[in-house]
């Protein structure tokens, strides 16, 4: 395997991880499709961006704090 095809695998899956993080195993794929499809038309620094961004840096730090109680 090449060091590109082992890095393109190791994204696909850190970027399917974000999907279960999200509670979305189970979602339809034309759904997160279309989801993430908006969000990319967000502009960065927008207020929509920002409060997106805050929601995802706190989901972050919840699951630290979980993990560091273990």
């Known amino acids: 395997m090449t060091q590109e095809r082992k890095r393109e695998t190791r994204e ?3 970027l399917g991880g974000l999907i279960i993080k999200a509670g979305l195993r189970n979602a339809d794929r034309a759904f997160l499709l279309g989801a993430l499809i908006e969000a990319s038309r967000v502009p960065i620094g927008a ?8 929601l995802g ?4 730090r919840a699951e630290a704090r979980a993990l560091t109680k273990l």
């Open 57 to 60: 840096t706190e989901a972050f």
């Open 47 to 54: 207020v929509e961006h920002d409060r997106l961004c805050a």
């Open 12 to 14: 696909k899956i850190i």
